[in-house]
T-cell receptor, first 111, second 113 residues
Framework: QKEVEQDPGPLSVPEGAIVSLNCTYS??????FMWYRQYSRKGPELLMY????GNKEDGRFTAQVDKSSKYISLFIRDSQPSDSATYLC???????????FGEGTQLTVNP | DVKVTQSSRYLVKRTGEKVFLECVQDMDHENMFWYRQDPGLGLRLIYFSYDVKMKEKGDIPEGYSVSREKKERFSLILESASTNQTSMYLC????????????FGSGTRLTVV
């Protein structure tokens, strides 16, 4: 079983929809949680970063962490065609430098 | 802006060739990483380095080696390229303890024929 599970999609939504992207994990030592966005033929870029449980909001994006359920989510409000990309979750324990990534979810927002 | 620069966007090499992929970062980051990314498999860690001349094996080091002679440069070497090494290769760097995540390069799309 993978340490981090992420539905690869693809996910297709109309412009303006609310998008929910999710990851589950098995390692209870994970404390740092991130979301990366990767456009086609580009490297991933850091989108959101949270520590431990709770919510974090940045414009149209909200990241949620529920450590009791070992579940993290990324919500995109008022989705735009420019949000079309692959979204990867990533996690890290308190010690060490290594991130563990989900497989990535491919999102398409249709005009 | 932190920049991680990979020397080539696209490469085509023949089976059995020795291949060098170069990565340079300009923000004095301690840690550097090499991943490959394949459909259905996600990002898989090949090697990483937390200091000059230091290296650690990742999850799939077989068929690869690395070199880090200077802090800013981390090279991935395919000793004898094979067709199953056709992939997207991504380099990343981070500060120690990765409090703010990795910065990735744009990737090198390697095709081995």
């Amino acid at each position: 079983q993978k340490e981090v599970e992420q539905d690869p999609g693809p996910l297709s939504v109309p412009e303006g929809a609310i998008v929910s992207l999710n990851c589950t994990y098995s390692n209870s030592a994970f404390q740092y949680f991130m979301w990366y966005r990767q456009y086609s033929r580009k490297g991933p870029e850091l989108l959101m970063y949270t520590y431990s449980s709770g919510n974090k909001e940045d414009g149209r994006f909200t990241a949620q962490v529920d450590k009791s359920s070992k579940y993290i989510s990324l919500f995109i409000r008022d989705s735009q065609p420019s949000d079309s990309a692959t979204y990867l979750c990533a996690m890290k324990e308190t010690s060490g430098s290594r991130l563990t990534f989900g497989e990535g979810t491919q999102l398409t927002v249709n005009p | 802006d932190v920049k991680v620069t990979q020397s080539s966007r696209y490469l085509v090499k023949r089976t059995g060739e020795k291949v060098f992929l170069e990565c340079v970062q300009d923000m004095d980051h301690e840690n550097m990483f090499w991943y490959r990314q394949d459909p259905g498999l996600g990002l898989r860690l090949i090697y990483f380095s937390y200091d000059v001349k230091m290296k650690e094996k990742g999850d799939i080091p077989e068929g690869y080696s690395v070199s880090r002679e200077k802090k800013e440069r981390f090279s991935l070497i395919l000793e004898s390229a094979s067709t199953n090494q056709t992939s997207m290769y991504l380099c990343a760097s981070s500060r120690d303890r990765v409090l703010y995540g990795y910065t990735f390069g744009s990737g090198t799309r390697l095709t081995v024929v």
